[in-house]
């Protein structure tokens, strides 16, 4: 059974800095491509962010690009999301998730996610 778990979310004043941790177990966590959404109140979980297994490709939404930066560490199976320069706008729920089924993409929201964890709520006040 895969497991996916977020941690790190909370308060952070606009201009700060937060980084989301996130682990996935019942799988090889270094075979598959990793996501991070962000679901803001009122609206549609979004894809914000991608990367590929080996850690070599990246993808960025325009909002987030330039201030955050996804990474991963497979030795510690082990996700991350480092957010810079938050905005009052960045706050939500930030959800990792798990490629279902292999294959190339070109953006983020090419990717078949298959397995997302419960979220982590970040806040950014004003």
């Known amino acids: 059974q895969v497991q996916v778990v977020e941690s790190g979310g909370g308060l952070v004043e606009a201009g700060g800095s937060r980084t989301l941790s996130c682990t996935a177990s019942?799988?090889?966590?270094?075979?598959?491509?990793m996501g991070w959404f962000r679901q803001a109140p009122g609206k549609e979980r979004e894809v914000i962010s991608c990367i590929t297994w080996h850690g070599e490709k990246t993808g960025y939404v325009d909002s987030v690009a330039g201030r955050f930066t996804i990474s991963r560490d497979n030795a510690k199976n082990i996700l991350f999301l480092q957010m810079n320069n938050l905005k009052p706008e960045d706050s939500g729920v930030y959800y990792c998730?798990?490629?279902?089924?292999?294959?190339?993409?070109?953006?983020?929201?090419?990717?078949?996610?298959?397995?997302w964890g419960q979220g982590t709520q970040v806040t950014v006040s004003s």
């Open positions: 998730a798990v490629q279902g089924n292999s294959g190339t993409w070109d953006k983020c929201q090419d990717i078949n996610f298959g397995w």
């Open positions: 019942g799988l090889r966590f270094d075979r598959f491509d």
